[in-house]
């Protein structure tokens, strides 16, 4: 699938500018950078959220995007009534909410969850639905170990189940090396680097890279 | 004094004819306002709140310049209007508690949509941005964003009640506080008070203050329920 090239400025001042891109199906990208290099604002457009400049469209007409916030929100609704907001599949929801481990809190208001609950319902929910693309931004940022490893096992069952591309916006270097086929590296706002997650987040090419590798990697 | 609230509290326990015919007029036109005023006053106000268009600003200006209308002035525009001088003066509204009604809802509307917007404000953007990860039409967002507010849609209707209730500058001059026809609780106790029939006002003033409490504890309860 493609995603046609786009910018994005916040009061004249660009926070990223993303050249024409495609991704592959059943593939899983872990898009790294360090804060404020536009990782955020790239996700946010592709999944629709925000408008890029000159509301032109980044995806071809009729993709699915599934997205996932930063931040996730439950409805004032039961868990397993957020659940069902994206299908109808009651079978389908019991699977998901066992596999996060949420199943005794299926009836229980979903804005009464904690942190790390309500981000795994978030993702139950998600997962709920059937994308051709996918877009996690930071799922597991408010989990604890074993709730990551969850997720993280979820989430890759679900690109292989359904054979969607997913971008994994991850400021966790160890997590994309886990989890990726490929990576896209964002530096001050510019895509500098992508490939398979052997070179980019192994052998980069790019010297900024490198540097962050180095940094952030050991 | 204490003879005048012992004969009050007589008239209720009796059942007074013309205390009942108040209470019935004050709570037709109190029940119809407010729920006229939510009915316009949340959408306007999840509206306002929740997304952003041309001429947003300019309605939030007018909606909080309704805001501070005083009653009184929203009482002499409608006296005006419907006059025998005025442009509607055919609809023979004046001195019925369908102007009433229509002055109370342009007076209580303006604080239900302020009430909302801020509310959605807060809300609306994990709201839709979660639904738009989701895929859920623009519809089932609004239910959604809805359903979010259902306690402060609650809380705004019992604003509006209040407000309602209590309001006498309007609804006097509008309504001429006429006996058996248009006469409410507030324009009962100014009339009754000022004839020296002090019982039946104080009746009146004590009825008012139960459903203030009653209004407030509500209120309370509910605040306490968002809250947690």
């Excluded at chain 1, 890029?52 to 997205?67: F, I, K, N, Q």
């Excluded at chain 1, 957020?82 to 996060?100: G, K």
């Excluded at chain 2, 036109?29 to 952003?52: K, W």
Aim: with cysteine; net charge positive; glycine share 10%.
């Amino acid at each position: 699938m493609n995603l046609y090239a786009f910018a994005k400025s916040f009061g004249g001042q660009a926070a990223v500018t993303v050249p024409d891109l495609t991704l592959e199906a059943g593939t899983l990208y872990a898009v790294i950078g360090a804060n404020g290099s536009g990782k955020s604002t790239f996700s946010r457009v592709i999944a629709g959220v925000l408008s890029p400049d000159g509301r032109r469209p980044v995806t071809e007409a009729g993709l699915r995007v599934g997205y996932l916030p930063q931040k996730s929100y439950g409805y004032r609704l039961s868990v397993l009534q957020n659940l069902l907001l994206a299908s109808r599949d009651r079978d389908q929801a019991a699977r998901l909410l066992e596999a996060v481990q949420l199943s005794h809190l299926a009836g229980k208001p979903a804005h009464r969850l904690s942190g790390g609950e309500t981000a795994r319902m978030a993702l139950a929910r998600l997962f709920m639905g059937q994308y051709d693309l996918v877009i996690l931004d930071e799922p597991t940022a408010s989990m604890d170990m074993e709730s990551t490893m969850l997720t993280e096992q979820l989430t890759r069952q679900y690109v292989a189940e359904t054979g969607c591309a997913l971008l994994l916006v991850t400021h966790s270097l160890q997590q994309a090396r886990r989890l990726a086929d490929k990576a896209l590296y964002f530096h001050k706002g510019q895509l500098l680097e992508q490939g398979p997650a052997k070179t980019v987040l192994y052998e980069p090419q790019h010297p900024e890279t490198r540097q962050f590798l180095s940094f952030y990697g050991s | 004094m204490g003879s005048a609230v012992e004969q009050a509290v007589q008239l209720i326990a009796s059942g007074d004819r013309e205390l009942l015919n108040i209470l019935s007029v004050t709570a037709r036109m109190s029940l119809s306002s407010s729920l006229i005023a939510l009915l316009l006053g949340v959408p306007l106000g999840l509206l306002l709140g929740a997304c952003r268009f041309p001429g947003r600003g300019l309605l939030l200006v007018l909606n909080r310049t309704l805001m501070g209308v005083p009653p009184v002035v929203c009482g002499l525009i409608f006296y005006i209007l419907f006059s025998g001088v005025g442009p509607l003066r055919h609809l023979h509204l004046l001195f019925t508690v369908e102007i009433m009604i229509l002055a109370q809802v342009v007076l209580i509307t303006p604080l239900l949509t302020s009430h909302m917007e801020t509310y959605a404000a807060q809300i609306a953007g994990p709201v839709r941005e979660t639904a738009k990860g989701l895929g859920l039409s623009r519809w089932k967002t609004f239910l959604l964003l809805l359903n979010e507010s259902r306690y402060p849609i609650f809380s705004g209707y019992l604003l509006g009640f209040s407000r309602a209730i209590a309001e006498v500058g309007a609804v006097s001059m509008v309504g001429g506080a006429i006996a058996w026809k248009t006469n409410v609780m507030t324009t009962a106790i100014m009339q009754y008070t000022n004839r020296g029939n002090f019982s039946l006002g104080i009746a009146l003033g004590l009825i008012l203050l139960v459903l203030s409490l009653g209004m407030n504890l509500a209120l309370s309860l509910l605040q306490r329920k968002v809250a947690s």
